[in-house]
């Protein structure tokens, strides 16, 4: 929000007549801490004043008075605590200005005043950005000169990672099985651990073993994605080891368990299976909680007020009791609460709805309220800035579902603004080149602005890898560099095999959802039934 604006909102704030109609007391004096605050004033200068005063004029876009503050706290800071706070703030502002060589640097600070904390980042860091010798060097550091008492199976997971992208799958084994003999192992890793031992065996056609460990992490799973995952992988191995029959009973399983999934779309692309149409009202519209059994007044009266002030974590403590209970609700209270959170805009609560839906009201259940959690606001904008770029509008749509839930005041850590997410810096760029006139970053909160600017965004993603869908959404992602890193490095003869040799698993996640959310899209627009999209089995070059 802009100073202008929360200047504005304050003093709506003390003088409304209707904070004393409600006595949300503690809602009120939240907001009035976040629209009231002032810039700091540093009289005394000491590490903790500097810090609130970068915070606080990173958040107005000025990052040089923000950097300037961190470097003066840095000049008098003395504990490792406090070097830490001020560079974790200063990293936060690198990301935000895309500046490669600075997030290097402070990492590398940061990872010596906490090994244990910042020592894979680091790494990452370096390996990401094709110095790859720099990061085997920290991390081999680190092997051989952390103590004995410290966890080193994230060391020995990256190290097995970058020496299977080197294809030295024997040393990269190796140190999987040192991860895997680590005490106390993290459950990511362990999953992660499991899922790259079992895609290494299917890479070397060793499908029989990589079906054991796919089964391994089936047991395992943590999660329904995780579980999906492997199931798909397990039937693609024993179609590579000719056994039709068991293949073809776990791809129908998938689309039967979790129809909307990512996955799910695979094994209708394995299958040859076509989508087929939803239907839906696409002038869904609730404005107000509606009146459910279990819902009191003064509950509906608490919701019109974090709705109003779109305090979501606030809406979610609300409403999670009635979540547990949904389907032994009757189909009325169902229906209700189902609108209710949609008008929040609290799609990962619709999400986990959904996924807890029993076997045998999943497709009732998908099919009735997929609507609500893939929606289609600002028609008129999209449909207009797609076509005109010749993107298709289930595209930016799904992008936007994925970036930012359809909020226009969206904004991440790294300052990606607005429902595409833009970052400030490529923004500008682009209004300069396309004449479009952008005077404040806090402009790309307005739809129509955001819109145009994201999807010329997408375009350029598109134009550079010349229309791969899979190539440009991961860069929209991760950057250019990276992608361009990885079709170097990880090409694969089937696109669906290369997007799990994406190594960042935010990445790598990010592609699966953008072309589930695309063929959902296009099922709620499509009038008769369609093949797997073509755009997205184009082959890597």
């Known amino acids: 929000m802009a100073l202008s604006d929360r200047v504005s909102a304050c003093e709506n704030l003390k003088t409304a007549k209707w904070t004393e109609k409600f006595k949300h007391q503690d809602l009120i004096e939240f907001k009035k801490r976040e629209y009231c605050k002032t810039p700091p004033m540093v009289i005394e200068k000491n590490v903790a004043s500097l810090l609130a005063a970068a915070v606080y004029y990173r958040e107005e876009f000025d990052h040089e008075e923000a950097k300037k503050r961190l470097n003066q706290g840095l000049e008098l800071a003395k504990s490792a605590s406090e070097k830490i706070d001020l560079l974790s703030e200063q990293l936060r502002i690198d990301q935000i200005l895309q500046d490669k060589k600075a997030r290097i640097q402070t990492l590398k600070r940061l990872s010596l005043l906490d090994p244990e904390k910042y020592t894979v980042d680091y790494a990452r860091i370096l390996w990401t950005y094709s ?28 190290l097995g990672r970058i020496y299977e992208e080197q294809k030295k799958l024997k040393l990269a084994q190796s140190y999987f099985d040192k991860a895997l003999r680590q005490q106390a192992l993290d459950s990511d890793i362990f999953k992660n651990l499991l899922s790259t031992m079992a895609w290494q065996q ?22 329904r994605f995780t579980k999906m995952r492997a199931q798909f992988w397990m039937a693609k191995s024993y179609q590579k080891l000719k056994k039709p ?22 094994s ?4 040859d299976k076509k989508f087929a149409p939803f239907q839906f009202d696409s002038n869904i519209k609730v404005t107000e909680l509606k009146k459910h059994s279990e819902i009191s007044t003064d509950l509906a009266d608490k919701w019109k007020w974090a709705l109003a002030f779109e305090e979501n974590v606030f809406l979610e403590s609300m409403i999670q009791p009635l979540i547990s209970s949904f389907y032994n609700q009757s189909e009325k209270d169902q229906s209700i609460l189902i609108e209710n959170l949609w008008s929040a805009n609290l799609t990962n609560l619709l999400t986990q709805l959904l996924s807890q839906a029993p076997l045998s009201q999943r497709t009732m259940a998908y099919q009735k309220y997929t609507p609500y959690l893939f929606p289609m606001p600002f028609r008129n904008q999209i449909t207009s ?13 799904s992008l936007i579902r994925q970036e930012s839930g359809f909020n226009p005041a969206a904004r991440s850590s790294t300052d990606a603004l607005g429902l595409m997410q833009v970052m400030p810096k490529v923004a500008r760029k682009i209004a300069k080149t396309h004449q479009i006139e952008l005077s404040d970053s806090a402009e ?10 994201g999807t010329l965004e997408l375009k350029e993603r598109l134009a550079e890898f010349k229309n791969n869908y899979v190539l440009a959404i991961a860069s929209y992602n991760a950057g250019t560099d990276p992608v361009h890193g990885w079709v170097k490095s990880r090409k694969r003869k089937e696109v669906i095999e290369f ?24 099922r709620l627009t499509a009038t008769e039934e369609f093949s797997f999209p073509s755009d997205w089995l184009k082959k890597i070059n």
Request: proline share 5%; glycine share 0%.
């Open 268 to 271: 209708h692309l394995e299958l």
């Open 245 to 266: 029959e068991q293949a073809l009973e776990i791809y129908n399983q998938i689309i039967q368990e979790d129809p909307l999934s990512y996955f799910s779309a695979l």
């Open 202 to 223: 299917f890479k070397k056609n060793q499908f029989s073993k990589s079906i054991e460990l796919w089964e391994k992490l089936d047991q395992f799973a943590p999660d």
């Open 131 to 158: 110095k790859t010798k720099s990061a085997l060097k920290v991390l081999k550091s680190a092997e051989h000169n952390w103590p004995q008492q410290r966890s080193k199976q994230s060391v020995f997971y990256i």
């Open 499 to 522: 997007i799990e040799e994406i190594p960042f698993e935010e990445t790598r996640n990010y592609v699966r959802l953008i072309l589930r959310n695309q063929i959902i899209y296009k």
């Open 385 to 397: 800035e797609a076509n005109a770029h010749k993107i298709e509008p289930s595209l930016v749509y």
């Open 444 to 453: 790309l909160f307005q739809p129509d602005l955001n819109i145009k600017i």
